[in-house]
């Protein structure tokens, strides 16, 4: 039992990774779909530096800074010269696969070593727990350090009201005097870093090859997942296991003759997504500021 | 540092400048890149942009592939002028189609020549009816139209999935995916050309085209709706004013976007496959958005920019059959081509001037 | 501005008569190799999947070594399975191509398409089963090797479960699980295989999982119809073994991979092509043919087994000669008995299945548990 709750786990925590940083650049009102290409590019850009330079370690720092780069690429066009965020977002993908790809070719059929598992004292002799919990690796952990982090960010410290404020009103906050276009530029780079973590996690951990594609839309998925923890940081985890558990279950239904058809287990994701965000966004909600209300808006900047 | 200003009045050379600017820029850059990879610059370039056009049935081709394009681009329009955000023509594409093709399947004692109006009919409702949800939900429940309709892409895409490998699939296909072949009535025939014979691939579902976009054309600007999704676009406030509801007209856009892309996957597929296969629609409502950008939310700018990008899908295939240029490379170029164009959009409404830090 | 506007328009012009001009010596240069034979081939996906593609590619490589100069080859890749396929192909054939092989079977519909418009090119479409006069079909018969497959994998495992991991419940990868059964059944009649469906034909991340649900259900051998090397790597990370897709994946996976069932093109390919240069290119066999005109397995070398490594000598004697048995004929993998897993009979002893028997397979043979879904 114990193995198929870490295939779960594991195959979450691309999701994970790059939602939580999707969410930080939706709060503060860029609405990013280039999470797919991002991915990509981390997944690339890992994998080409483990070969490299031979040790795992250095693929999360690549896989980071290559998917901070092509965020940085989506900052110019959407924050500087205002354009459309769907329209460049929907760009960025076809780049950054082009990209990827390209960049990858000469990877093509090698391997890597895993990126190791780190053992915490003690710890991880629990029975069951120990294993799950504590038999990770880095990314693993950095990927639910990430979302305590943004929760605290979020809620409890000024720089994170701050977001919130430019992402819901930026007119507003812009008369205030906060900078829009910086805060949205490092949001929108720290959503690029979460995805190319995202992107880097699946050839350090899951399969240590490269080939075009590889992430075969799990940037949508992230996206997705945004909504349905209904931009509430430790709802991703929920989503993200939810997400994993479901294609696991529909493995492990098929081993064990279970009556129901893929495809339709497939959609309850997206069919469960749609009803999240109509339980926060409409009357049965009481809170009617969840959604980011500038999210997707260009800020232009009138002087 | 650099400033953007309004500009009051969207200036007339800025019209056309701003996109020959960005093609222009793609050139150069995409020329470097081509350089730099060991390929001759203008040769690609050749292959990418002007072969196309080079012979009738390519230019003919440009067309085919832009139809779908350029019908879901006209819908999303009315979305888009009215700030309603529709990103799942996708699956409004597939749904339209989906349905229509299994009526023809299912009622094969229809086929009359008027079972492709009917067809066509039941497509146009089907994206409705696919669009229909996030158009209700937005409009009692106040929920973002932008996650929903992307969220029921892909729910049509794995509906149709099944649909195809298990309650329509051929009996006879050996088990692969794929429906009968459509009866005769719900095929769009091939145009002849009178001592040519066929061009490509150029079917009567092109023609849709000249249609549509017109009736676009007149509905956005001589009509009161076209008025009213204006109004909701630019001052949201002023609809309650006027005196018409902003919640009839949101509904409005999406049905009618949707309904549009129903057509064109119903076109699509009747033209092009005659018979429903798992996958038909190849990413089309995505890149329309694209084009719908390019086209300036104008049904003959949406024209022009579904012919680029067609053109440009079009060249990358020919720059690999002559040169070999592989296609994660002409990704790359189309990717910048977007992005310029898109640029090209920011320097037609803004002045561009030169700022000291603090002034 | 206006300035501006027109020193713009002379650059423009400039540059496209720059480029008109370069495109005048290309012309030349292909006019002067015209007596070469044009080939031309339509890929899915890139040759970067490393599976299926892939091994088209080493197909057109043998192609191209076979005969040097004599042909001049044209990929496209990357061609979705709808109109796209149609204008490409179409393009090939205006563009002077003479042969061209299109690699998937989704693109059976498009090929007989372009293949009706021009009766003078030859096409050779992949694993379809539509035909005309100008269109062949060719197809491998890669459940030989998925029977090699089961009987190293009977002799291999300890827990008696083999995880199996398929694509989509078409025909073709059913044939390769009851083969695969059948292999298994012929050394070891205690073990069983559960199969699980990816629903899709390419995606690294779920094809390890669908090999972990395996693994922890107590499998201890995975194959797999599905194209990335993921499944595989799997295996070398749960110290158990697998078997290589379309082609040798021993890189992927040193100590896991026992052998793989190697797609070999290039002979085919190469007859073919030969055929059509001595004007002797023909559809081939009886047109009611099930599959292919040309249907090739272990005795035309169109499948291939790589090398047999991480198992005991015994095992890889015994894998050697059912190959050969298979290969010379001596084997036959669907003989009767065959009796389904709900116990039904499906072919009496002394007789042996047809092609069209193959083709019709909507069942699993004893060995196999559950059932197929759809």
Redesign the interface.
Known sequence: ?D??IL?II??SI?LLLAASGELIAEKSGV?N?GVEGMMLSGAVGAFGAVLWLGNPYFGIIAGAISGILMAS?FSI?TI?????Q???G???T??????S??A??PL????IP?LPKIEIYLLSDIPLIGNIFFKQDLLAYISILLIILITIFLNSTKPGIVLRAVGDNHNNAHSIGYPIKKIRWLATCFGGMCAGLGGAY?PLI????W??G???G?G?IA??LV?FASWIPWRIIVGALLFGGI??AQ??G??R?WPI????L??MP??A??IA??MI????SKN?SI?PAS??KPF???? | MIVFTPRNKISKNWIFLAPILSIFLTVILGGFIFTFLGYNPGETLYHIFISPFTRIDRISDVFVKACPLIIIGTGLIFCFKANVWNIGAEGQFIIGALLAGSFGLLFPEMDTKFLLMIMLFIGFLGGALWAFIPAILKTKLNVNEILVSLMLVYVAMLLIDFVVRGPLRDPMSFGFPLTKAYPEGALINKIPIPGIGFLGQLHYGVMSIFILVPIAWVIINKTLLGFQIKVLGSAPKATSFAGFKEKRITIIVLLLSGGLAGIAGVIEVSANMGQLQPEISFGYGFTAIIVVFLGRLNPIGIILAGIIIATVKLGADNAQMAIGIPKVVTGLFEGILLFFLLTGETLQKYQIAWKKYGS | MKKILILISIIIVGVLAYLFNENKTVTKVSSDISTSTKVGFVYLTTPGDHGWTYAHELGKQQVENHFGKKVITTVVENVPEGPDAIRVIRELAQQGNEIIFTTSFGYMEPTLKVAKEFPNVKFEHMTGYKRTPNLATGNIRFYEGRYVQGVVAGLMTKTNKIGYIGAYPISEVIMGINAFAQGLKSVNDKASISVVWANTWYDPVKEADAAKVHIAEGADILAQHTDSPAVLQIAEKNKIFGFGQSTDMSAFAPKAQLFASVNNWGPYYIEKIEALRNGQWNTGEAPDHWTGNKWGGFSTEMLQLSEFKNMPDEVVKKAEEVMNEIKSGKLKIFAGPLIDNNGKEILPAGKVMDDGGLWGMNYYLQGVDGKIPG
């Open positions: 039992m193995a198929l295939t594991a195959t691309p609405l779909l690429v066009f500087n010269l205002m354009t459309n769907v329209a460049t929907l760009g960025l076809i780049f950054a696969t082009g990209f790809g390209l990858g070719a093509v059929g090698k391997t895993y699946i899951l399969t240590p090859h080939s075009e590889m992430t075969s799990r949508w996206i997705a909504v294609t696991i493995f492990v098929q081993t003759g058809p893929s495809q339709i497939s959609m997206y069919i997504t749609i965000l109509t966004s409409g009357r049965f009617k959604v999210l997707g232009v900047d009138v002087t």
